[in-house]
Every structure is written in C-alpha cells, then in structure tokens.
C-alpha cells in the first residue's frame, strides 16, 4: 500500500488527496481525504474498491438513490492513472459501531431517519442492502443517519428477502443504542422472550424503560417479518414529548367524551404490570389529585397526567420542581409519569389501536398498522 498523504487525479482534472485510513476490509478501504474543487478544498471520504465492477455497481446504486437525506451522497467517482477505482462521498463522522452509547434525543432521532432511508430502498427503490451491520450505519457532522456501503445491493421484488433485511436492519436499530453488541441477539431470540431486549437495552443503553419498551415494540415486527415497515413513522416512540401529551390528551378525550366498555377494559386488562396495585400512592400524584375525584383506574391517571398540563400552576411548589413546566419542558414532565410506570404509553398505544380513526388518534398510528395485534406489548411491559 502507498504511503499516506497520496495525491491522485480526480474527475474533471480535480485533485484528491488521501490523508488517513478510516477503514478496511477484505474488498475496500475508505480514506478521509480532500477534494479540491476550484479554490475550494472539500473534506471527503474515499473508498477504494479492489473489485472495479463492484465499485461501479455501488456508484449507480447511489445515483439511483439520489440525494437522499438519510444514504451518503455520492459526490463523484475518481479514476486513478493507474486504473484504480475510487469513489468521493460525503465525510461522516464515525459509524456506530465505533461511537458510545447514543444520547436518548439523537437515537431518536437516528431511528426516525433510518425508517426513511428503510422507505425509500425497499419500498420505492426495492433494493436489498444486502450488508447492512453497525459498520454501515454513520453519523454525520450533524448527528443525522446515514447509510452506506451498497457494493452487494440488489433490485429484488422478493418480500421474503425484503423481510430478511429488514431483520438484519432492526437488529441494528436495537444494538445502536448500547454500549456494547448482543452478541446472542437474533430475530428467534426476539420472537421468544422479548422481554429479553426490553432488559437488555435498559441495562446497556442511555434509553430510558420506557424508551426501551417502546423501541422493542416498534422493532419487534420487523424482527418477526411481520411487515415491511410501512407507516412506521407514526409509532409513538418517534413522536416528541409534546405529541405524547397531546395523545394522551386524545385519549382522555376519548375515554371520557363518550361511553367505551371495550377501550376501558383493554385498559385494565393488565393494569396491574403496568401501574401497579394502586397508583395514586406512587410518588406525588396522591397530592397531585386532591381537589379533583380519581379512581385507581388508567383512565383516571391518564385524565389526571392530561388535567395536570392544564392545570400546573395548581400543583404545590415541590411538586413542580419534580414536574417542570409542560409547556417549557414537555420532556421532564412526561418523564415524570414514565418513570413510575415505564409501560404506559406504549400499553396505552396498544389498547388504543382499535380506535385510531378517532380524528385526535389518526396521527399517531400507522396507516397500515394490523401488525400491531401480533406485538406481545404485554410480556414487554411486566413488573
């Protein structure tokens, strides 16, 4: 191998300069280097393909993809003199495979960009990956995903293959957030105990219980080759803390608005994994309800979480400390409620399910969504 700094003529007579290895493998290396376009010198990653027909195939991958916000751009394909294939892409700042546990606000975000990327190759494109690991998944300089390596994509219209990736690719979403990799994770593992990846990324990821759940139940479909993660966007774990309260409120709304046995009592059908014998003993929430009549059921404590963004400034001073402020920080005080009872939201999204046409229920659940009732929300959330 050639000695680093290495210069070489790039497309168009542009000069490219390769500084450093970032990465290498059997097939390739990828290089951090400079693209030097008129006066202005571009940082860049290289890739060096062994295999020329491999690298011209990824090239068109990408140039069919196009300028995708979640797939690395293709900036320009180089050809050296001495028939060396090179591709100059977009510079990312490491892949996940190499990064530390991911705060809870970027791996949502994270995973909302790989559903889109997810989208548009198997969905639109119906490309295969074909590869996809950790190593594969990057973060650029702005924390946003990014895709990459298609040497081995391939157009297939095959749903079982299609499927197949997708388990390959929610293995990553689920591995992303750790500290270190589930060596025995498998889509068998999942479909078994999910409760298995529930305790697993609370105890080895920064992802909150709740969070976790929540993760496990979006992921659990793809890992089990129950859909092709159409719509999956609207899963409530990818929803800001804002839209939370505001299903929340949706659903008080529902519940109380009109007479409902059926959504009450897939409610209480397992309130006790979730909330407990007697919720209004835990924490503050036996003050928070002085003033106002509640039962222990969770249609009361979710009247009461909705009546409380209403109502802050009634609640005693300690309190809100505990609390913040729903409107300044929707985040702290939503997470308030979920740190008592980790399982609520995505119980309560489950349940909630059969009455999602409801006008103030449609945006938080996937168009297509039939899936859901295969979910095991139960074994995920129990005490």
Known sequence: MQLLPRSVKGHLETDLTLTAIISQSDSSTVYRGTLKVGSELLQVAIKSASNLSAGWRECEVLRLIGCHPS????????????????????????????????????FKVFVQDFIQAVKTLHQKMKFVHGALSLDHLLLNQDQRLKVCSFSKTEVCQNVNLLKKDLQDMAVS???????????????????????????????????????????????????????????LENHVFLQSPENVLRFIDGCKD????????????RLESTSYSVVGPNWVSQGH???????????????DLLRLIRNKTEHYCSVPGYIRQCLAHPLVDPGSFLGYFTALFPGLIPWTWHCMFEFRVEANLQAFYPEDGQYLTRVPIQQMIGR
């Open 71 to 106: 797939v690395v751009h293709l900036l320009q394909p180089v050809t050296s003199d001495g028939g060396e294939f090179f591709q100059v892409m977009e510079l990312c700042d490491s892949s996940l495979a190499q990064m530390p546990a991911l705060e809870e606000n970027v």
């Open 173 to 231: 979403i689920l591995e992303a957030p750790s500290k270190e990799r589930f060596g025995d994770l498998s889509p068998e593992t999942a479909f078994e105990n999910p409760r298995f990846l529930v305790d697993n990324l609370a105890r080895k990821s920064t992802l909150s219980r709740n969070d976790s759940i929540l993760l496990v139940s979006l992921a659990y479909p793809l890992l089990t080759g129950l859909t092709l993660a159409q719509n």
């Open 285 to 299: 929430l036996d003050t928070m309800r002085e003033g106002r009549r509640y039962d222990g059921s969770m249609k």
């Open 254 to 265: 529902f519940l109380m608005s009109r007479s409902c046995p059926m959504a009450e009592s």
